[in-house]
Nanobody, 122 residues
């Protein structure tokens, strides 16, 4: 129901930067937690960073100090600024959001985007 749409990603050399954006539908009752996860080839999907509607943030240890998550509550958007990228950051990055939709927030949603690929070469 959130219809998450990611943009950004691409290929970069190690040490470079990339930015990801994710938009959710505008007609949602509330969007609670938004975040980014990633899945590298042959590995399970893992948390990258999450941010609540009141800006409580969690980062995976692997990205602390290099990645920055932010959100625009008015636009239902979440961003991920990725700096000092490493080859091990190569993965498909997925946007995630949960919250409520429908009249008076009667429906709970927990949705994923389609994913955007990030490739970091050494």
């Amino acid at each position: 129901q959130a219809q998450l749409m990611e943009s950004g990603g691409g290929s970069v050399q190690a040490g470079g930067s990339l930015s990801l954006s994710c938009s959710a539908s505008k007609n949602l009752f509330s969007v609670d937690v938004m975040g980014w996860y990633r899945q590298a080839p042959g590995k399970e999907r893992e948390l990258v960073a999450t941010i609540t509607s009141d800006n409580k943030i969690i980062y995976a240890d692997a990205v602390k100090g290099r990645f920055t998550i932010s959100r625009d509550n008015a636009e239902n958007m979440v961003y991920l600024q990725m700096d000092m990228l490493k080859p091990e950051d190569t993965a498909v990055y997925y946007c995630h959001a949960n919250g409520r939709a429908g009249f008076n927030g009667i429906f709970v949603f927990d949705d994923w985007g389609q994913g955007t690929r990030v490739t970091v070469s050494s």
